[in-house]
């Protein structure tokens, strides 16, 4: 079982990119995931995540910018970012909230994803 991100480089300010979160093995569903990311220097630190109930929550500095979606046919969660910032500049992370794995529904929770670089420049 393992969370792989993708889609991250390097673009320009305003530009935008978008990221995938695909878990791969015997995954039943994801309750709940989110993106994190961590820049130079700072604290890991929480940008978008989804519940299980299905309600979101944006960091302050992106909101209006980045939106979270997910495929659930797929088991795979997206960061859609627009108008990138120099500041976006980070290793972005996914992360799942409950992993259920099948055949017997066990579950693995907070299950971290690798990370994928993100650099804009100005």
């Known amino acids: 079982v393992q969370l792989q991100a993708s889609g991250g480089g390097l673009v320009q300010a305003g530009e935008s990119l978008r990221l995938s979160c695909a878990a791969f093995g015997s995954i039943s569903r994801i309750d709940g995931a989110g993106w994190y990311r961590q820049a130079p220097g700072k604290q890991r630190e929480l940008v978008a995540a989804?519940?299980?109930?299905?309600?979101?929550n944006y960091a302050d500095s992106v909101k209006g910018r980045f939106t979270i979606s997910r495929d659930a046919a797929k088991n795979t969660v997206y960061l859609q970012m627009n108008s990138l910032e120099p500041e976006d500049t980070a290793v972005y992370y996914c992360?799942?909230?409950?992993?259920?794995?099948?055949?017997?529904?066990?579950?693995?929770?907070?299950?971290w994803g690798q990370g994928t670089l993100v650099t804009v420049s100005s």
């Open positions: 992360h799942a909230d409950r992993l259920v794995i099948r055949p017997d529904g066990r579950v693995l929770s907070d299950y």
């Open positions: 989804y519940t299980s109930g299905g309600s979101t």
